[in-house]
């Protein structure tokens, strides 16, 4: 009996569990052209916000956090260098931190 209560409780855990862990917003690379701004002013963090999206340009691998203005975590990640966008799906104010860099974003 111990034993099937165990198994329910770990179903049950595991099915509130996965819907958060799916709904969490991921980090992807994006492949730019190459318009822009030459590669010698391209050697410190930028960020920009589009169409519901965060875009971060970092010269160098960096960790990034996204937390709301609360400070809940939103998202954390080790980025390559390039560009990466998260989707962000509420509207509001965000902090980003990266490396040493701390700004507020506007979604």
């Known amino acids: ?3 099937w209560l165990a198994i329910l ?7 509130t569990v996965s819907p958060a862990i799916a709904a969490a ?3 992807e690379a994006v492949e730019l052209a ?10 410190k ?8 999206y965060i875009y971060v340009y970092t010269p160098k691998a960096v960790e990034v956090r996204v937390m709301s203005i ?9 980025l390559p260098a390039g560009v990466s966008r998260l989707r962000i799906s509420a509207r509001g104010i965000y902090i980003l931190k990266a490396g040493d ?7």
């Open 1 to 3: 009996m111990k034993k």
């Open 45 to 52: 963090l930028e960020v920009m916000v589009r169409d519901g």
């Open 101 to 107: 860099v701390t700004l507020r974003v506007t979604v």
């Open 9 to 15: 409780l770990t179903v049950a855990m595991l099915g």
């Open 34 to 43: 190459s318009a822009g701004a030459p590669a010698s002013d391209r050697d």
């Open 70 to 78: 609360v400070g809940q975590l939103i998202s954390e990640k080790n």
């Open 25 to 27: 917003p991921q980090w």
